[in-house]
């Protein structure tokens, strides 16, 4: 069993729908959540980053996280073609400045249709 | 957020060859970076753990006379593709961890190897 486990899609939704993705894992060490959202043939780009549980909110995107149940979540409201791309969450146990690894899932497809 | 380059973007080399990719850190200085490999469809695989001022840490399965790290300064680490085979033909990722409101790894372009 993977450490993070991810659906890999696609998903795919018509513009304007609200796109729901999700993330369990199994290390319940786990206390840094990301998302990073990645285009074909790019680096992944930080999206969203939460410290331990709760929901956080930045424009269009909210992440939620849910230790109790090892369960994380991105919502992206009012989708977007651009927003066609591989989201991946990550984790970790320790802070990462300190050059501690992150621990990925395998990402999931998501294709908006205009 | 912080910005990692990556150079070259896209290199075609043949067999046999060796293949040098640089990564930097831009507007902040990294004693740490990681090399990763991403193969088509598939999520990021850690190769490495570049540390300034020492050797690398490679993950399990990794050779490391093949993949060579080099952490030169707190703003540069190189991965050296030695005696390059077309199976080495993937995208090679960098990222840098940097500390701050948000305390998380950042991520390079990528650089897209093809070995003839």
């Known amino acids: 069993q993977k450490e993070v486990e991810q659906d890999p899609g696609p998903l795919s939704v018509p513009e304007g729908a609200i796109v729901s993705l999700n993330c369990t894992y199994s290390?319940?060490?786990?206390?840094?959540f990301m998302w990073y959202r990645q285009y074909s043939r790019k680096g992944p780009e930080l999206l969203m980053y939460t410290y331990s549980s709760g929901n956080k909110e930045d424009g269009r995107f909210t992440a939620q996280v849910d230790k109790s149940s090892k369960y994380i979540s991105l919502f992206i409201r009012d989708s977007q073609p651009s927003d066609s791309a591989t989201y991946l969450c990550a984790m970790s146990a320790y802070p990462q400045a300190a050059g501690n690894k992150l621990t990925f899932g395998g990402g999931t497809r998501v294709l908006v249709k205009p | 957020g912080a910005v990692v380059s990556q150079h070259p973007s896209w290199v075609i080399c043949k067999s046999g060859t060796s293949v040098k990719i640089e990564c930097r850190s831009l507007?902040?200085?990294?004693?740490?970076m990681f090399w990763y490999r991403q193969f088509p469809k598939q999520s990021l695989m850690l190769m490495a753990t570049s540390n300034e001022g020492s050797k690398a840490t490679y993950e399990q399965g990794v050779e490391k006379d093949k993949f060579l790290i080099n952490h030169a300064s707190l703003t540069l680490s190189t991965l050296t593709v030695t005696s390059a085979h077309p199976e080495d033909s993937s995208f090679y990722i960098c990222s840098a961890p940097k500390s701050g409101e948000t305390d998380t790894q950042y991520f390079g372009p990528g650089t897209r190897l093809t070995v003839l």
């Open positions: 290390n319940s060490a786990f206390q840094y």
């Open positions: 507007d902040f200085q990294a004693t740490t």
